[in-house]
């Protein structure tokens, strides 16, 4: 009886362990998919907002404004005054220069 117990809980043990090593390889597959969509889809972003500001490379605070402003009429999104934009900004903008660089 003991050693039934035994067997089925080694043979239990190994089912979780094979299931818990192909899960994980799926996820962490599916991870690296969402990761580099994201690293893309940022710099699509960036590169479209940069054109906007064909003035100065980088994004200007005027565009940066102006996506806040429109991302802040989604019902979805938390709405942001002109001090919370301003406060992101500045922190963006670590050379001080008035524009943000990829």
């Given at each position: 009886?003991?050693?039934?117990?035994?067997?089925?809980?080694?043979?239990?043990?190994?089912?979780?362990?094979?299931?818990?090593?192909?899960?994980?390889k799926?996820?962490s597959?599916?991870?690296?998919?969402?990761?580099?969509n994201?690293?893309?889809?940022?710099?699509?972003?960036?590169?479209?907002?940069?054109?906007?500001?064909?003035?100065?490379p980088?994004?200007?605070k005027?565009?940066?404004?102006?996506?806040t402003?429109?991302?802040?009429?989604?019902?979805?999104?938390?709405?942001?005054?002109?001090?919370?934009v301003q406060?992101?900004?500045?922190?963006?903008d670590?050379?001080d220069?008035?524009?943000?660089?990829e």
């Amino acid at each position: 009886l003991v050693c039934l117990f035994l067997s089925n809980f080694l043979f239990l043990n190994l089912i979780l362990a094979m299931v818990f090593e192909t899960y994980s390889k799926k996820f962490s597959k599916t991870m690296k998919g969402v990761f580099a969509n994201r690293e893309k889809s940022i710099s699509q972003v960036y590169q479209i907002l940069d054109d906007w500001s064909p003035d100065e490379p980088g994004i200007t605070k005027s565009t940066f404004q102006a996506l806040t402003a429109a991302y802040s009429e989604s019902p979805m999104a938390p709405k942001l005054d002109s001090k919370d934009v301003q406060y992101i900004f500045l922190h963006l903008d670590k050379e001080d220069r008035g524009t943000l660089d990829e």
